[in-house]
Structures are given as C-alpha cells and as structure tokens.
C-alpha cells in the first residue's frame, strides 16, 4: 500500500514563529512532491513543489526533501493568521499524486 | 491563467439516483483526474484517465463509478445509483505532458445524497 503519513496536529503556533510540517512517504519510485494548502470546504491550492534532495525557498516558505529518509518538510517562517488552514503533502509517483491526510495550522494573533 | 472548471457547485441528491458532475480540464492538458474527500477526511485518488481511456483506478472506483470525455472538452464523473457514503467534496484535476507532475485542480463539486 502507497502511503503518504503527515502529523495529524492541530499544530498551534504564535504569529510570527516558525510553523514546520512533516510528512514521510512509502513508495522509493515516487518522482515529485508538493504542499497543498486547504481552507474547509475548498480546493488543494499549491504552496511548493519540489523535485531533488535539498531545500527550496519560496519566499517565508522553505520545503525539504531527503529522498533516503522518504521525508519531506515545509517551514512557514514569520507564521501569519492568514496560514491558518490545513495543510496538505503530496507524493506524485507512477502518474498518480497521493495526498497525505493533511495537517491543521492555526496560528494565534 | 487557464483554469479548470467544474460544474455544479453543489449537487443534492436522493439516494439511489444516478449523478454526472462535469469538468472542464484546461484545454491542452491531456491527463484527467477525479479526487473524492469526504468531509473531514483526506484527499483520496478515484480514477486517471488518458488518451481516452482509464490509466488507473483506486478500490473506491467500483462499478457504481464511470468516466467519459464525450467531446473535445468536457470530462465527467457518473455516478450510476449514489449511496449516502458517497457524499462529498469531487475534485477534477487535470496534468499536461511535462514529468514534474504538477496537478491543476479545479473549485470542487460537493455531492450531497440524501
């Protein structure tokens, strides 16, 4: 069975701290890997997609992925109450994107 | 920016009736998804579809489930006879050619079977 595990949370943080998301994966063939974000009741909108071992910064938003370890990570510096959602990783492998069951954020004024 | 559309926003629906939402993918991408989350739940693959055929399915794509791409245009999801479980949010996510693997997911349609 592919699975993609996230931190269930809720994960709580303080505006302007650093949130960090985790999330590991199963299956060694998967090829692309992205963080969905989801406020209820809406569609996944795309925060990062990374593709190589390492980090890539998009502006407060920092992903990493260590393919060895089959872990991704997504770093929200200087959190705003606006990043309060659930947050979604995502594992593309063999033409199929598995989502993981996604981590609730709320950051506190 | 091109966008994949679906229709209808929200559907209501009694139990045992059959149901078509519809999708617009974005017009040069040529590999189609449906996603089902059922409230409170995750993101769950049903069916890819390419080249006018079905790629892949997961087990909740039993034979109460279809897909069709009936013109140039539209890709949609029948449900044949709907179940109270299959209420829920369905997302239409569409791919061009590049490996990157990069979805395009469209509003949602939320299925309500009562």
């Known amino acids: 069975q592919k699975e993609v595990e996230q931190n269930s949370g809720p994960l709580s943080v303080p505006e302007g701290a650093i949130a960090s998301l985790n999330c590991t994966y199963s299956?060694?063939?998967?090829?692309?890997f992205f963080w969905y974000r989801q406020y209820s009741g809406k569609s996944p909108e795309l925060i990062m997609s990374?593709?190589?071992?390492g980090d890539k910064e998009d502006g407060r938003f920092t992903a990493q992925l260590n393919k060895a370890s089959q872990y991704v990570s997504l770093l929200i510096r200087d959190s705003q109450p606006s990043d309060s959602a659930t947050y979604l990783c995502?594992?593309?492998?063999?033409?199929?994107?598995?989502f993981g069951a996604g981590t609730r954020l709320t950051v506190k004024p | 920016e091109p966008e994949v559309t679906q229709t209808p926003s929200h559907q209501v629906t009694q139990m045992g009736q059959e149901v078509i939402l519809r999708c617009v993918p974005i017009?040069?991408?040529?590999?189609f998804y449906w996603y089902r989350q059922i409230l409170g739940q995750k993101v769950e693959f049903l069916v890819s579809?390419?080249?006018?055929?079905?790629?892949?399915k997961s087990e909740i794509f039993d034979d109460q489930f279809s897909v069709e791409r009936p013109d140039g245009s539209n890709f949609t999801l029948k449900i044949r006879s709907t179940k109270l479980e299959d209420s829920a949010m369905y997302f239409c996510?569409?791919?061009?050619?590049?490996?990157?693997?990069?979805?395009?997911f469209g509003e949602g349609s939320r299925l309500t079977v009562l």
């Open positions: 017009s040069n991408h040529l590999y």
């Open positions: 990374i593709y190589s071992n």
């Open positions: 995502a594992v593309f492998a063999a033409g199929i994107m598995r």
């Open positions: 579809f390419y080249n006018n055929e079905i790629s892949e």
């Open positions: 299956d060694r063939v998967s090829q692309s």
């Open positions: 996510a569409s791919r061009g050619l590049d490996r990157s693997g990069e979805l395009f």
